[in-house]
């Protein structure tokens, strides 16, 4: 990952998984626009008023991490390292999976 910097790939997956999620908007003009793009209903903007929150409020974390405590990746964490190293042995153990990952269904 030479050029890719932490900020620019936690953006690309933000976006990525928003547009996964919620569906590509459909694009037109005037009032069909309107009318069918989600992101125009309640419920679309109350979703990217919370995902632009909740991204501010990573990069907020990743700037006080960076400044504060000169970590700019999560591998460099202390905490991190003594739980891999006392607990979960390496990443992507089968601690590690079942502790640290998130599994996603499908709500109907």
């Keep these: 990952m030479g050029n890719i910097t932490r900020r620019a790939f936690i953006k690309f997956a933000g976006l990525t998984s928003f547009v ?3 569906g590509f908007p459909k694009l037109g003009y005037g ?3 309107i009318s069918n793009n989600f992101f125009d209903t309640p419920v679309g903007r109350q979703r990217i008023n919370l995902i632009k929150a909740r ?3 990573q990069y ?3 700037i006080i991490m960076r400044e504060k405590f000169k970590m700019a990746a999560s ?4 905490m991190i390292k003594k739980f891999y ?3 979960a042995h390496h990443p992507l153990s089968e ?3 079942a502790l640290l ?3 996603y269904k499908a709500r109907v």
């Design 20 to 22: 996964l999620l919620t």
């Design 31 to 33: 009032k069909e626009f």
């Design 55 to 57: 991204q501010a409020g």
């Design 60 to 62: 907020k974390d990743d």
């Design 75 to 78: 591998h460099e964490n202390p």
């Design 85 to 87: 190293s006392e607990f």
């Design 95 to 97: 601690i590690s999976e």
């Design 101 to 103: 990952h998130t599994h």
